[in-house]
């Protein structure tokens, strides 16, 4: 690497870093990315065919959809909910003695839809906080507790009977612990199309590859109005920087005191014949606060088993397994509790990624803030 001072230096390269790095390059900026691999929580597996991280896609992630290719939709119907020794699927009979809660939860879901698309387009411009809290619909249901938020609006046995287990298998949590934000948010699937992707990792990176290093940075210093980024190889520095890591380890560089709860889970692509009862559905959604989270079949002979703690019996599932990898995703998330976290440090510093509100499409446009701010002040 040349000893010399870069305009911008993004470390991280998952959605939010690669999103940055793509608008600076559109707009002609100086800048250099360092990661430690590409694609962070987009993980897949070798031969390309599962994802082991972020596993689908909606229909208006406008801005990811350019870079993945989509694979099958996931329908309610292909869900089969876990309670006990009990398995039942969304429609039977009992559904009808939910129905008027789940009319009332689809308004509420069109209306938080409407807004989430008036925030994702604000937010390219202004920082995701402030984006938040000018407006106050949104900026309640991010203060107010899921659980206060469900009773208020009446739909309590729906969201136990249904909804908490097709949240456990998409926020690793259970809704005692999340905002009404999340709540709704991870709720979004039900009204809007989702799909299985790949990740078109070659597309995304091909204008500005020449400008990606790998490594870890191990320390950053801000002295003399720039920046001092250390890598096990190398001293680099930078006027701006962009910090799309992990918050858990952005945190003290960016000097942030309180961030939300992180959210584990763990994933093991095992192939196997499964049995009886996960053998029903596409996707099994266990009950919170179980061990077991979800099972998604990849219709390829594998699955993708997802639990909270111990490692699971698969001879209780599966016969024959076979495990092809596993991971520990620590965590796979922070989006419980109350703190919004502002994008724009000062000093030309930017914290970007999925502090605030998870998802691929909320990290890519964090990024594209910061690049527009960087753009701006050039
Ligand atoms: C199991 C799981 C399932 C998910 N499912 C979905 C889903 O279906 N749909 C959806 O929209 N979202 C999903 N998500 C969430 C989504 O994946 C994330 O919100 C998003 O990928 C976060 O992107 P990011 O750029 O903020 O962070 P990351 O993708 O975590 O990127 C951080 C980058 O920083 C690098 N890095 C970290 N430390 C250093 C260092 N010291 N030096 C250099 N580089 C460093 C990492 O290697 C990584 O490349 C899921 C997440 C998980 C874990």
Known sequence: MPDRTYDTIIIGAGISGLACARQLNKYDQDFLIISKDIGGRILTSEDGNANYGAFFVCSDYDNVLKYVTLK???????????????????????????????????????KFRKKLRLL???????????AIENNSFLYDLYMQKASDFIKGHKIDSGTDM?????????????????????FLQFLIPLVTPIYTFTFEKEKMIKPFQDKIKIGSVTDIKFKDDKYKIKTADAILYSKNIVLATEISWSKDFAGVKKVNSPVNTNMIHVKGIAKKEISWKNYQL??????????????????????????????????????????????????NGHNLIESNRGNNMYLIGDYNIAGLEESYI????SANQIIQSD
């Not at 699927?89 to 789940?102: A, D, I, T, W």
């Not at 994702?120 to 402030?130: A, F, L, M, P, Y």
């Open 120 to 130: 994702r387009k604000n937010s390219e411009t202004v920082s995701q906080k402030k």
């Open 162 to 182: 249904y909804l908490s287990k097709v949240l456990y298998s998409t926020t690793f949590s259970e809704v005692s612990e999340m905002n009404a934000f999340s």
């Open 286 to 335: 266990f009950s919170p606060p179980g061990n077991v989270q979800a099972v998604a079949d990849l219709k390829d002979g594998t699955y993708l088993f997802y639990y909270k703690n111990e490692v699971p019996d698969l001879k209780d599932y599966f016969e024959n397994p076979y495990i092809i990898a596993s991971k520990q995703w620590r965590p796979a998330g922070t989006i």
């Open 366 to 369: 964090t990024g594209l803030y």
């Open 72 to 110: 099958s939709r996931i329908r309610l119907r292909d869900f089969c909910f876990h309670e006990n020794k009990n398995t039942y699927v969304l429609f039977e009979p009992k559904l009808v003695r939910y129905l008027s809660q789940f009319i009332k939860a689809y308004k509420l879901l069109y």
